[in-house]
């Protein structure tokens, strides 16, 4: 009987262990992706689309860029030659400002990563500035920055999707093109393709729209957005649809994410140098998208155990210019529904919050093995 009991308990043992392990597994919302509706323009239907990684960052709650592991800043030099313009561009880190909420007293809608663009010139070049995401892995998805612009003519601000100089998508700003007399306020969107590549001028290839928005976006944030699915690229400003581009030259590699801000005196696009130092801030980038790596869609497959099941897949709030608790939104900040994804430190303990119910689960796991084999 002895050695029955023993089997018992080895049989209690091991359903406790796979109930423990099962519940660890299910701990997580969202482990099969985030999801998004994409079409209906011009009576086209809407579609849901899937993807499965994220990259969010709150800049906002940002104190040090040089420690984020989602950005990198930039740090290069181009001739003016290179550059095509009246001067060259010095991309420097210190033209890179993070500045969260709260940190200056009085300085409430300042807040954000701060580009700058200076006003003197070095060396013939223009104090410039960039970020870039490190992950270079993003395929389709639907990446969105919530920005303000400079009113000081003179720079182009830009936010964009980067394989090469021939799979681009670009949403580009120029200040010099804002005129607030008469509520014109361009947003320039871009295809980059072989064609532009050959005559640098993208705006005689079919692939080229200059948006007007319906806001001034200077005095405020607003959410741009670039949602990129196979063979279509839209653009939009608060939800709403600004174009929609497909054919030849839409992508087909992966990518990275890029903001900059700019300037080279060439008068056929930035123009300036700004008469002052001129400031890009952003608010946020929320990226989600289907990873070009074979290990990240392997760890799909281990996540994602039924795509059908409550909150399998997560949708994304849509920002529409008018509810701001989307723009305060991250699932980042939410500590269970960003399982096995890989948010910077720097913006949320969801590693942290891993670890601890990893640590919950195994000790969990051995107090109650102990019961059941009698020891206590
Ligand atoms: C995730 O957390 C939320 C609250 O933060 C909770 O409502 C939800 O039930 C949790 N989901 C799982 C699967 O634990
Ligand atoms: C992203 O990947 C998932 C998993 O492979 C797939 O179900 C989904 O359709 C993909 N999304 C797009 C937009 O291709
Ligand atoms: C860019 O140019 C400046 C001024 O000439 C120089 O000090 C700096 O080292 C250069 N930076 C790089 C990355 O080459
Ligand atoms: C960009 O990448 C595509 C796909 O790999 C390639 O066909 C094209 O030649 C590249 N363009 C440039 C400018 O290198
Ligand atoms: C408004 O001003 C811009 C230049 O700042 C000009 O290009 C545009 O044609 C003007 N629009 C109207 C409706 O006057
Ligand atoms: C802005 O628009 C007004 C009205 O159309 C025009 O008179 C003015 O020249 C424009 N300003 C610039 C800088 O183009
Ligand atoms: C391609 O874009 C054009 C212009 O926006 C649009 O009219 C057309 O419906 C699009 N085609 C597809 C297949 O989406
Ligand atoms: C505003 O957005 C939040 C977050 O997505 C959502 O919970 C809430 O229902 C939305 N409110 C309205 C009025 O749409
Ligand atoms: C995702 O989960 C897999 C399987 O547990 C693991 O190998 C991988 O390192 C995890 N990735 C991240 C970013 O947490």
Same mark, same amino acid.
């Given at each position: 009987?002895?050695?029955?009991? =023993? ?18 597994? @299910? +701990? ?5 992706? &985030?999801? *998004? ?5 011009d009576?086209?239907? +809407?579609?849901? &689309? ?6 969010? *960052? %709150? ?7 040089s420690?984020?592991?989602?950005w990198?800043r930039?740090?290069?030099? /181009? ?34 990563? +701060? ?7 070095v ?45 681009? /998508?670009d949403m580009?700003?120029?200040? !010099?093109?804002? $005129?607030?007399? %008469?509520?014109?306020?361009?947003? %320039?969107?871009?295809?980059?393709? !072989? ?14 729209? +200059?948006?007007?928005?319906p ?12 949602? &990129? ?16 581009? $497909?054919?030849?030259?839409?992508? *087909? ?11 080279n005196?060439?008068?056929l ?6 008469? =002052?130092?001129?400031?890009? *801030?952003?608010?946020? @980038?929320?990226? &989600? ?46 500590? $269970?529904?960003?399982? %096995? ?12 919050? =891993? ?22």
């Open positions: 009987m002895e050695l029955w009991n =023993r089997c018992w308990a080895f049989a209690k043992l091991f359903l406790l262990f796979l109930g423990f392990l099962s519940a660890g597994l @299910v +701990k997580g919302d969202c482990e099969c992706g &985030y999801s *998004t509706n994409i079409g209906g323009v009576g086209a239907p +809407k579609r849901e &689309y899937v993807f499965t990684d994220l990259l969010e *960052t %709150n800049f906002l709650r940002l104190n040090d860029i420690a984020n592991t989602d990198q930039q740090e290069f030099n /181009i001739s003016k030659d290179a550059a095509r313009g009246d001067y060259g561009e010095m991309f420097l880190p210190a033209g890179i400002e993070a500045s969260p909420a709260g940190a200056k007293s009085g300085d409430g809608d300042d807040s954000g990563l +701060k580009l700058v663009v200076r006003s003197g010139l060396d013939g070049m223009v104090p410039v500035a960039e970020i870039d995401s490190y992950r270079p892995d993003l395929s389709f998805g639907s990446f969105r920055a919530s920005m303000k612009m400079t009113d000081i003519p003179g720079t182009c601000a830009a936010f964009f999707w980067y394989f090469n100089d021939t799979q681009e /998508i580009e700003f120029l200040s !010099r093109e804002f $005129n607030s007399s %008469n509520s014109t306020y361009p947003v %320039n969107l871009v295809l980059q393709s !072989r064609a532009s590549l050959a005559t640098h001028d993208a705006s005689s290839t079919g692939y080229f729209i +200059k948006a007007n928005l806001f001034n976006p200077t005095t405020d944030f607003h959410e741009y957005r670039i949602d &990129y699915i196979h063979g279509q690229v839209f653009f939009y400003a608060d939800g709403a649809v600004l174009a929609q581009m $497909n054919g030849s030259a839409v992508p *087909t590699s992966p990518g990275h994410l890029v903001l900059q801000h700019w300037s005196g060439n008068a696009w930035s123009g300036g140098p700004p008469a =002052r130092d001129a400031v890009l *801030t952003v608010e946020y @980038v929320k990226a &989600y998208f289907n990873s070009s790596l074979s290990q990240r869609a392997q760890d799909w497959r281990g996540r994602c155990r039924d795509p059908y099941a409550e909150n399998a897949v997560c949708d994304i709030p849509s920002f529409d210019g008018k509810n701001s608790s989307v723009r305060d939104w991250f699932f980042s900040g939410h500590g $269970n529904m960003t399982n %096995n994804q890989t948010v910077s430190n720097e913006n949320s303990g969801s590693s942290l919050v =891993r670890r601890g119910e990893l640590v919950t689960v195994m000790g969990g796991f051995f107090l109650a093995s102990g019961w059941v084999t009698g020891l206590w």
